[in-house]
């Protein structure tokens, strides 16, 4: 079992920046491929950046350029830098660890992130 802990959400003004991190109980990043997704009320979870366990990186589009995925092996932590936030970015945002081989799915339990002035 892996347990996820999300950290760093909050309230910024438009054109302001985050970093949320994710803490991983164990060190799974060399199996595992990392991702942050959001969700706003009365939407479904979208897809934000996903990080390989190769270390690939990929964004959807609306956050390309804006948004970077990264970690630090050392301290089991996924991170999502987010600058140039938009109002359009405020929901719940989410780490996931998978492994399909095993369809192993975990998930955090969710930072808020509210962009407003």
């Known amino acids: 079992q892996v347990q996820l802990v999300e950290s760093g959400g909050g309230l910024v003004q438009p054109g302001g920046s985050l970093r949320l991190s994710c803490a991983a109980s164990i060190n799974i990043f060399s199996i595992y491929h990392m991702g942050w997704f959001r969700q706003a009320p009365g939407k479904p979870r979208e897809k934000v950046a996903t990080l390989t366990s190769g270390g690939t990186t990929n964004y959807v589009d609306f956050v390309k350029g804006r948004f970077t995925i990264s970690r630090d092996n050392a301290k089991k932590t996924v991170y999502l830098e987010m600058n140039n936030l938009k109002p359009e970015d405020t929901a719940v945002y989410f780490c996931?660890?998978?492994?399909?081989?095993?369809?192993?799915?975990?998930w955090g339990q969710g930072t808020q992130v509210t962009v407003s002035s």
């Open positions: 996931n660890a998978y492994y399909g081989p095993l369809a192993h799915d975990y």
